[in-house]
């Protein structure tokens, strides 16, 4: 250290022991803590001869920062990236269309509506430094368009017809950029007017009701007629007109009086009556089971007398209602998921079937129809229709009435003939008549058998009490004939029926037990061959000593108007396998052809020994 630097020191040690001194009063500090400062003077005067090395380093620090990065750069760097993110994101919305909709031109332009500068008037009103937009609602708002029309009590307000005119004219106005006077052109109106015409009148015209029946006369048995009435019709070419001249005329509040004309019926009363027939018919025989053939009359007499209005769909569950011992159904057999029970209404099946025969035959359009889930013995297999109904919902057979007069539906049920007919005007052309031809086209494995425990048999032996019935799968063809010639075979639609389990009795006990009241195996054996007897006889269609007679009676041919077929024909299809009272249960797939539309509409995808009831989990059928 220097002697300049002793000198300081021993400066600045005074100095700062004088200081102490005074402030505290006390000079008798101790020695080491004078010391401490010594030493802290001593690294401040080293400190200040550095300090023009330091002054050195500060400058090159200070050229450092001011080499280093400029903030003013960094931020508009920082802007422009902004700015072209929020380019990419605008472009990427207008051109993407998630919505599957197309954008307009005005939303996707970025260019904002120019004013007009130019003074321009339109009809009067200036649009003078408008947008062309608003300068169109100016122009229609300057209008007040109120234009109406009324028909008897009836009141209808037009939409403006000349605002597509408003806005060429406009649009050319803006082009042109000029001032000028423009004025709204009243031709080619004749399209628009026409369209809010038929508009109108499709609302308002009444159709003209044809003579036709009105009502039944149960005691008699016959359908009496009632006259047509006139219908209303607006005269579309008048009011086309009017609208036009009121709009050319400026007269843009107008109320326009709708004239009106009658129409008559195409059918009188006496026309009607003259060409009342019989356009479909069939007959089906039932079985000698009272309850069941109790359900077949009620349901029957339902039907009796019911008339169906042009264009109205008829709905079997509707006509009957529910089939409940309130209304005094009887229990008979009916199938729940494949299981043969005794339910309310069990055979009321056989009438729907007998009446979709007719309603096929007499030309009117099927609207709904199901197969049942085994095959019908009371018509052939593909030609019947299952109905279930728990009064709200369920299986239904409906038909639409597609002709220009009522039709009547009449019933007949006795000595277990059970006949049901349509009844009016011809629908078919003369000489043309339709029928239905069924053929089956494959056979559906059973189920797997059923067994039952008989402790009279040898353990390892197995009897078959009653035999397995293989499933089927239908498909059914719409014939037209035209005087007796077939013009048309077309496939109608496709029914699949599930087959009936064997079953079997087995001994699994280990030990043999003596039948009741025998004691020898012969007397063992005659029981088994009785019990398998009476087996067999549940899948027949009829029961009791009447079976016999029933299976001898003909099978006649699906009957179509104009075949020579009685009232009386039957259709004792040999295919049955209906279980007791001839009741089968929830029906099959049905796909549709030519002049039928089946609302139900499922594929024919049903297994054997699996549910085919169309998608109904548990119907009953009646």
């Keep these: 250290m220097s002697d300049l630097n002793r000198n300081r020191t021993s400066r600045g040690t005074g100095k700062s022991s ?60 920082l802007i422009g990236i902004i700015i072209l993110i929020l380019c990419v994101a605008v472009g990427v919305r207008s051109c993407s ?81 000029e001032s000028a006077d423009y004025e709204i052109p009243t031709d080619g109106l004749e399209e628009a007017a026409a369209a809010q015409a038929a508009s109108l009148a499709g609302a308002w015209n009444v159709k003209a009701k044809n003579g036709s029946i009105s009502a039944f006369d149960a005691a008699s048995g016959k ?33 326009i009086t709708a004239e009106v004309e009658e129409t008559a019926p195409e059918i009188t009363a006496a026309q009607a009556r003259e060409n009342f027939q019989k356009l479909g018919t069939y007959t089906t025989t039932t079985t000698a089971n009272k309850d069941r053939n109790e359900n077949v009359r009620l349901a029957a007499a339902a039907l009796n007398g019911k008339i169906i209005q042009p264009g109205e769909e008829f709905s079997f569950n509707l006509t009957t209602g529910n089939r409940t011992t309130d209304k005094g159904y009887r229990p008979a057999g009916a199938y729940v998921n494949g299981v043969l029970v005794e339910e309310p209404g069990g055979g009321v099946c056989q009438v729907s079937s007998t009446l979709y025969n007719a309603v096929v035959f007499s030309g ?56 049901i007919s349509i009844y009016g005007n011809p629908i078919l052309e003369e000489g043309v008549t339709l029928s239905m031809k069924s053929e089956k086209v494959k056979e559906l494995d ?20 009653k035999a397995a019935t ?43 037990a003596a039948p009741e009241g025998e004691s020898s195996s012969e007397s063992s054996t005659a029981g088994e061959s009785q019990s398998s007897s009476a ?13 016999a007679q029933g299976s001898s009676e003909p099978a006649a041919q699906n009957a179509g108007p104009g075949d020579v077929i009685e009232p009386s024909t039957e259709n004792n299809s040999p295919s049955g396998n209906a279980g007791p009272g001839g009741s089968d249960g929830p029906g099959g797939d049905s796909q549709v052809g030519p002049g039928f539309e089946d ?14 009831d169309m998608g109904f989990i548990a119907p009953r059928e009646d």
């Excluded at 059973?446 to 009490?465: F, N, S």
Aim: contains cysteine; charged residues 25%; proline residues 5%.
């Design 446 to 465: 059973p189920p797997a058998p059923t067994y039952e425990e008989d402790p009279t048999l040898q353990p390892g032996v197995e009897v078959e009490a």
């Design 599 to 612: 609302t139900s509409a499922a594929p024919d995808t049903a297994e054997p020994g699996g549910p085919s």
């Design 470 to 512: 293989p499933g089927s799968r239908w498909v059914t063809n719409l014939i037209t004939k035209k005087n007796g010639e077939v013009i048309s075979d077309e496939f109608f639609h496709n029914s699949t029926y599930n087959g009936k389990p064997a079953t079997i009795k087995r001994n699994t006990s280990g030990s043999v």
């Design 18 to 77: 004088q200081s102490r001194a005074g402030s505290s009063g006390n000079r008798g500090r101790s020695s080491s803590r004078q010391s401490n400062a010594d030493r802290i003077l001593a690294v401040q005067n080293a400190r200040n001869l550095g300090s023009g090395r330091g002054t050195s380093s500060n400058k090159r620090r200070g050229r450092r920062r001011r080499q280093g990065p400029d903030a003013a750069k960094i931020l508009l760097i």
């Design 223 to 255: 359908f009496t007629f009632a006259e047509g009435e006139n219908g209303k019709a607006v005269n579309e070419e008048k009011l086309k007109n009017d609208i036009v001249a009121r709009t050319a005329a400026g007269e843009y509040d107008a109320v």
């Design 535 to 547: 087996g067999s006889q549940e899948t027949g269609s009829q029961t009791g000593p009447t079976a």
């Design 97 to 177: 269309k998630t919505d599957g909709t197309e954008t307009s031109a005005e939303e996707t332009s970025s260019e904002p509506e120019t004013e007009l500068e130019a003074e321009i008037t339109v009809n009067g009103v200036s649009v003078h430094g408008m947008t062309k937009t608003a300068a169109v609602e100016k122009v229609l708002e300057s209008m007040d368009w109120q234009m109406k029309v009324v028909c008897g009590e009836k009141e209808q307000a037009l939409e403006n017809l000349l605002k597509e005119n408003v806005e060429k004219v406009v649009d050319e106005a803006f082009k042109k950029g």
């Design 364 to 419: 009117l359009k099927t609207t709904e129809r199901h197969a049942h889930s085994y095959e019908p013995s009371y018509v052939t297999p593909g030609e019947d229709a299952m109905v279930s109904y728990d009064g709200h919902s369920g299986p239904d057979m409906k038909f639409v009435n597609n002709s220009k007069t009522a039709v009547g539906i009449k019933t007949s049920f006795s000595d277990r003939k059970l006949t």
